[in-house]
């Protein structure tokens, strides 16, 4: 479906292709449809930001890469791997490519850490023991991945087999990084409120409240995902 015509620069700019929008619930499809579309208008950009973010994720999580042995290391950095999903989802769309598997991924991956991460820092981290600027960063820059997740129904159709896919990745995801360390230590991000003197102590009640964030989130996505597919095919009869 096409945009609008646009009216000078920014609206050349802005006068792109858009994807068809079905009638879904509120729930599956909560962004409203006018800020949908201008995110796929301005797709490149949105792909750019989250490269960005993805190299900065990687580089957030390069003390956490030197203490995990390498066989573990992609079980490490969710967030900027969730990143890298949208950003490859959202250029496939505009290439005109149909990656399910990754687009399922991309909403797994951007719901679950967008969501994840502001519920870690605000109630299990604080604010202490990190600068301001970082510690709202991390908060909003996430929230802005559930944000995004919330658009990728509308190319998307989550066919099952993508679906179980994402189910299997994110649910050995949770298995690791909180209750069966593979190799190694707990692979989950590093949780300032389970450092005691310096030590990690897994013990504490903030690794079972981030654990039950994280698997909550997990089967929040399968029924979200899931629920986008039923009412897509839904609207389709």
Known sequence: MAGEPGVGPLGRVLDGEVPDSDALPWYVAPVPRAIEDLGFRLVWLVVTVNLVGTAFGFWYYRVQFAGTPLVMWPFVPDSPAATLFIALSLAAWKLGYDPERLNALAFFGCLKLGLWTPFVQLFLNGPSGIAAWLYWFLILSHLAM????????????????????????????????????????????????????????????????????????????????????????EAGQ
């Open 146 to 233: 559930a944000l995004q997740a919330f658009v990728i129904h509308r190319y998307a159709e989550f066919p099952v087999g993508a679906v179980a896919i994402a189910v299997v990745w994110y649910g050995f995801n949770d298995v690791v990084d909180y209750f069966v360390p593979l190799v190694g230590d707990y692979h989950h991000t590093l949780l300032r409120a389970e450092f005691v003197n310096g030590v990690i102590d897994h013990s504490l009640p903030a690794h079972d409240l981030a654990a039950a964030a994280a698997v909550t989130l997990t089967l929040l996505a399968t029924f979200l995902v899931l629920a986008t597919r039923v009412k897509k095919l």
